[in-house]
Nanobody, 125 residues
């Protein structure tokens, strides 16, 4: 089992920045995907970004490219999402997710095995 705990959400004005963290614990694995999804009120959970290991390849939704950066600290098993130039439409609950190994379905909720509880991000205009 893998446990994921997000933190770092909050309220920020449009144009501001936040950094989300996701602490992973439990089973260790050498090949994985770790990513972020978000869910706005009344909407489906959607892909934001993911990082593949080994290799460190990153993938982003078009809506966040150039503004968000995903990274991982392997020493502390922590995943990060640096969010800059935030917009009101970025308001959502952000979820950390993990997948052992690889899947071509990395933009789908069903592509991941483990989920965190979510952290709220609110961007005011």
């Amino acid at each position: 089992q893998v446990q994921l705990v997000e933190s770092g959400g909050g309220l920020v004005q449009a144009g501001g920045s936040l950094r989300l963290s996701c602490a992973a614990s439990g089973r260790t694995f050498s090949s994985y995907l770790m990513g972020w999804f978000r869910q706005a009120p009344g909407k489906q959970r959607v892909f934001v970004s993911t990082i593949r290991w080994p290799g460190g390849s990153t993938f982003y939704a078009d809506s966040v490219k150039g503004r968000f950066t995903i990274s991982r600290d392997n020493a502390t098993n922590t995943l990060y999402l640096q969010m800059n130039s935030l917009k009101p439409e970025d308001t959502a609950v952000y979820y950390c997710a993990a997948k052992l190994g690889w899947t071509v379905n990395f933009v789908r909720v069903s592509g991941y095995d483990y989920w965190g509880q979510g952290t709220q991000v609110t961007v005011s205009s």
